[in-house]
């Protein structure tokens, strides 16, 4: 059985794959990213994960997105503690955060 972690990445690789080829849906996915990618794949991004797609700058040499910060202070709440705990979250979207990672030939899209 195939993990969402993997399913995500998947669907990831073939958003960014036809977002270099095709106009149409870079557009699209610059304007309205979960319209595009459900359009296309027929894949619902859950509503409560923001995301965003960015052309990179020709004059940049690398875009990086920094990590969220991390406060020392703060405890985990209980989802949090699920999740570092083994717990899995139901429903039938994929899981979005944490879970993406570019594969060599994608990230020259992304430098």
Known sequence: MESPQSRTQ????AVLERAA???????AL????????HQAFGVRVPDDVRLKFIERDPDLDALVVLP?????????SDDELDGVSGGAGGGSH?????????S????????
């Open 94 to 102: 994929l899981m979005w955060r944490g879970a993406l990672k570019t």
């Open 21 to 27: 080829r095709d106009s149409e849906f870079r557009r």
């Open 10 to 13: 998947e669907v990831l690789d």
């Open 68 to 76: 969220d910060l991390i406060d020392d202070t703060r405890t985990l």
């Open 30 to 37: 610059l304007e309205s990213p979960r319209a595009a990618i």
């Open 104 to 111: 060599p030939r994608s990230r020259r899209s992304h430098y």
